[in-house]
């Protein structure tokens, strides 16, 4: 008897309600940390220094959002999105807790909402993830929409059973060793940008890009565990992609814009207090060149040594920002729902608040 079991859904096998557990049980080791960041150079200390990371009251470096981000969407593919024709949002992401080296990590999904299109050939699901580590820790929560074929996968294997229940409680923003006064730093220098220096409405057009190698975002969806045929599977792609080749996993996308941009907006952060609103503009090929610009959209106090600072962030391809502001593109606008002035070269936008110090 021959299998070619599938997996993924399509539009009629998710029911909303539904609580899917993933396969995958992964331990984040110092070696999936240290390449990870060496692919993409953030410059946010408390992710790259034990140091920075233990004066601000945590008990070691803790693991990047942006791979706990990853490994959360690339976890819920085998259930969620193996069959999905594009990744269309993300929403009200969230590192309510610090997840450490050596800490396994499992995730789950919940289906929240689920739309056909008025065509009929196609439709939308809604799904919130949430990572936890091995004492069930919630580490990582965000919702996400995908566009998704109609109909069900055949020969898709019935799920093992569990029991996985996602609470219903918003998570919170930050760790609780964060939320009181902020120590001084370990050192003094580093990088500038401190809450004080940010005000509403500055632009930065961030000047260093990003050449994305083929061999490289392949073998960083391999180790985020990402099994989605568009991003491995060149015979898949020739005819199944926009592109007829491989397509860049789209949380890699995100981690390099938002890695472009830390040298100016997040040397001096401490925390991810969350991301909101974000959606791929377009797809990003082997050979692109990825550019980042941020605005400042929102300041807040966050008591003694540091404050709240929000910025949109938009990433862009091939052409750097600056050159497209001077053209009078409109960056900053989400291409969802513009009528006109879109901006054929943004790749992925994306609203980020960062716990950031103050200066002194």
Same mark, same amino acid.
Request: hydrophobic fraction near 40%.
């Given at each position: ?86 990744? &269309? ?48 820790? &919630? ?80 073998? &960083? ?140």
């Amino acid at each position: 008897m021959i299998r070619s079991p599938r997996y993924g859904r399509k539009l009629d096998d998710f029911t909303v309600g539904a609580v899917y557990a993933h396969p995958w049980d992964v331990t984040v080791d110092e070696g999936m940390l240290a390449l990870f960041a060496a692919s993409f150079q953030d410059a946010l200390p408390t992710y790259a220094s034990r140091v920075a990371a233990r004066a601000v009251g945590l008990k070691d470096r803790p693991v990047s959002p942006l791979l706990l981000l990853n490994l959360g969407i690339s976890f819920s593919v085998h259930d969620v999105s193996e069959q999905a024709i594009a990744h &269309l949002a993300y929403i009200d992401v969230r590192f309510p807790d610090a997840c450490y080296p050596g800490d396994t990590l499992r995730a789950s999904s919940m289906v929240i909402g689920k739309k056909p299109a008025s065509t009929g050939d196609k439709g939308v699901v809604h799904v919130r993830t949430q990572v936890v580590n091995q004492d069930g820790l &919630l580490v990582c929560s965000f919702e996400r929409k995908a566009l998704v074929p109609p109909g069900c996968v055949a020969e898709r294997p019935a799920d093992a059973p569990h029991d996985v229940a996602q609470p219903s409680a918003t998570p919170a923003r930050l760790p609780k060793e964060l939320e009181g006064p902020l120590p001084a730093p370990p050192r003094r220098g580093g990088f500038a940008g401190f809450w004080d220096d940010f005000e509403v409405g500055d632009v930065f057009t961030h000047e260093v890009g990003r050449t994305i190698g083929d061999s490289e975002h392949v073998q &960083l969806a391999t180790l985020l565990r990402n099994s989605h045929p568009l991003h491995l599977d060149e015979h898949y792609c020739r005819s199944s992609s926009f592109a007829k080749t491989r397509v860049v996993h789209g949380g890699l996308v995100l981690s390099w814009v938002l890695a472009l941009t830390s040298r100016d907006t997040a040397g001096n952060a401490v925390w991810d207090l969350g991301m909101d609103d974000g959606a791929h503009a377009s797809g990003v090929l082997a050979g692109d060149t990825l550019f980042a610009a941020s605005k400042v959209v929102a300041r807040e106090e966050a008591g003694p040594g540091a404050g709240g600072v929000t910025f949109r962030i938009v990433g862009v391809k091939n052409t750097p920002p600056r050159a497209l502001l001077a053209q009078g593109a409109d960056l900053f606008t989400p291409e969802l729902g513009k009528t006109d002035g879109r901006v054929k070269e943004k790749v992925v936008e994306i609203t980020r608040s960062l716990l950031v110090r103050r200066r002194g």
